[in-house]
């Protein structure tokens, strides 16, 4: 099938639901560096705050139905995310911050290990590439499960160190 299909009918599928929902809006598609489309939606503060819902749960649903639409009308997937009056790219910054803090702290031997609050699977990916461009002296691991799940972020030993510790 043809990417300009896709391209129409998850916009399509998304002017719908905003619809439904009587919520006025304009959706602007950009193309992304990794070939991803993202399908911004320009709407008011107030519809924003409601379709983004608590911790974003809301706007993930919304990309999950039009992903689920998309495959139902037997659509060719493509790599596509949602984003309302930019709160992807703010929760971005937020969680880089929340990263440097807390590798900071741990590089300064302020915390043995920073625990952070449960994530999703999106925003604990954003972390995890975050500190391993930027601090390699830290590792971060994913614990616990399901909507528990958060990450764990502690100071790595030296490679060296590490083998010769467990010979």
């Not at 006025?24 to 598609?29: L, P």
């Not at 608590?54 to 039009?66: C, D, H, P, S, Y």
């Not at 971060?140 to 528990?148: H, N, R, T, W």
Request: with cysteine; net charge negative; charged share 30%.
């Amino acid at each position: 099938m043809n990417m300009n299909i896709f391209d129409e009918n998850a916009k399509t599928f998304l002017e719908k639901i905003l619809a439904i929902l009587d919520i006025e809006a304009s959706i602007n598609e950009e193309e992304l560096e990794d070939e991803t489309v993202c399908y911004r939606i320009d709407c008011k503060r107030s519809d924003a705050r409601w379709l983004i819902g608590r911790k974003g749960q809301t706007l993930e649903a919304l990309q999950f139905i039009v992903r689920q639409m998309c495959k139902a009308n037997n659509i060719e997937q493509r790599s596509f995310m949602v984003d309302i009056l930019d709160y992807k790219s703010r929760r971005k910054e937020n969680l880089e911050e929340l990263a440097k803090t807390s590798a900071i702290s741990v590089i300064n031997g302020d915390a043995e290990s920073v625990e952070l609050m449960p994530m999703s699977p999106y925003e604990r990916r954003i972390i995890h590439q975050f500190l391993s461009l930027n601090f390699p002296e830290v590792k971060s691991s994913s614990q616990g499960e399901g909507e528990d799940r958060r990450i764990v972020i502690s100071y790595q030993l030296e490679p060296s160190l590490e083998t010769s510790e467990t010979q």
